[in-house]
């Protein structure tokens, strides 16, 4: 089999962990297990359909409209195929700015609670575990906020069946408003489990020199550490937060980081209209509103930079666990 050095790299990183947390450590195993079992099987399939670099195939491709904004829909049948661009394009572009759809709150916890804190961070993983994933957003841009030629971001579409799984009407309500297209999701939706596989060995995750950018994105996270680890949540909040600072070493949420900016106030759409900046692809669909995100904060880092008021991300949420998951 061939590799790309990427799960050299995740061995190594869990030996370098080794002595810090037993159970993660188990689970970050059980994930390289799997992907090393199935890989001898599946990574080296050849595929038909088009990929991010070629940008067409033998005969006529339909092009939805988020692919002539450069934002790439993958799906299960073209899955591997993106992952093999991304792995490439990581190489040079270590910002990754992410969002997510996922079908709503349904549940909310009962009992008693150790802070406002703990009631959020209980009311976050009550849902995550209960919930699956809609879509997942990931934009690359380079240290400059430059992004690849072709594709700069690619648009994750995840099984979802609305006969059979939970969600808030609502919340489906303004997805299937935005153009996702649930019956599409069902038919072709990607399998958690591969796509886990994939991105553990893609060279995002575990990895110190990428850096992550969020809009208040605790759900986001929470449902990417459940894809990871292929486990409920963490009971504890810290515990939550030692995962995260495990597979996500840097993380940027513009959420906290808008205190440093005089005036920018509301949620994602309004900061980008109060920064000029054009929407690329339908609102509420995860690869846009990743896309603006990573926008957003390029145009907040010329203003923050000159104040000093960039630093280790992580250190930033770690201080502001109520912003993240409140």
Same mark, same amino acid.
């Given at each position: 089999m061939k590799t790309n050095g990427c799960e050299e790299f995740l061995i190594i990183r869990i030996i370098q962990m080794g002595s810090n947390n037993r159970n993660t450590n188990i689970h970050i195993f059980s994930r390289i297990y799997i992907f090393f079992k199935r890989c001898y099987t599946k990574l080296n399939h050849s595929q038909t359909m088009p990929s991010a670099i070629s940008g067409g195939a033998h005969?006529?491709?339909?092009? /939805?409209?988020?692919?002539?904004?450069?934002?790439?829909?993958?799906?299960? %049948?073209?899955?591997?195929?993106? #992952?093999? +661009? &991304?792995? $490439?394009?990581?190489? $040079? @572009?270590? #910002?990754?700015?992410?969002? +997510?759809?996922?079908?709503?709150?349904?549940?909310?916890?009962?009992?008693?609670?150790?802070? +406002?804190?703990? @009631?959020?961070?209980?009311l976050l993983r009550c849902n995550v575990d209960l919930l699956r994933i809609i879509q997942l957003g990931l934009t690359f841009m380079d240290d400059d906020g430059k992004t690849p030629p072709g594709y700069s971001t690619w648009q994750f579409n995840f099984k979802f069946n609305l006969s059979?799984?939970?969600?808030?009407?609502?919340?489906?309500? *303004?997805?299937?408003?935005?153009? =996702?297209?649930?019956?599409?999701?069902?038919?072709?939706?990607?399998?958690?489990?591969?796509?886990a596989e994939l991105l553990m060995s893609s060279g995002i995750v575990l990895m110190d020199n990428i850096k992550w950018l969020c809009f208040h994105s605790g759900y986001d996270f929470g449902y990417l550490l459940k894809l990871l680890t292929d486990q409920n949540l963490p009971a504890d909040e810290s515990d939550f937060f030692e *995962?995260? %600072? &495990?597979?996500? /070493?840097? &993380? #940027?949420? =513009?959420?906290? *980081?808008? $205190?440093?900016?005089?005036?920018? $106030?509301?949620? *994602?759409?309004?900061v980008a209209d109060q920064l000029e900046l054009r929407r690329v692809g339908p609102q509420h669909q995860a690869g846009s509103d990743a896309l603006l995100t990573g926008m957003a904060f390029f145009k907040m880092r010329e203003h923050l930079d000159a104040a000093g008021h960039i630093r280790n991300a992580f250190y930033l949420l770690c201080c502001m666990q109520r912003i993240f998951i409140g």
């Open positions: 005969g006529q491709v339909h092009i /939805p409209s988020n692919e002539e904004c450069g934002i790439r829909d993958v799906w299960k %049948h073209n899955l591997e195929e993106e #992952f093999r +661009t &991304i792995r $490439k394009v990581v190489q $040079k @572009y270590h #910002f990754v700015a992410m969002d +997510t759809e996922f079908p709503g709150v349904v549940a909310r916890p009962v009992g008693e609670f150790r802070s +406002t804190a703990d @009631y959020h961070y209980q059979e799984d939970m969600y808030a009407q609502d919340s489906i309500d *303004l997805l299937q408003n935005s153009g =996702i297209q649930f019956k599409k999701h069902e038919e072709d939706g990607i399998d958690p489990i591969d796509f *995962l995260l %600072h &495990i597979y996500f /070493p840097n &993380i #940027f949420d =513009i959420k906290y *980081l808008m $205190k440093s900016c005089k005036n920018l $106030k509301g949620g *994602l759409q309004e």
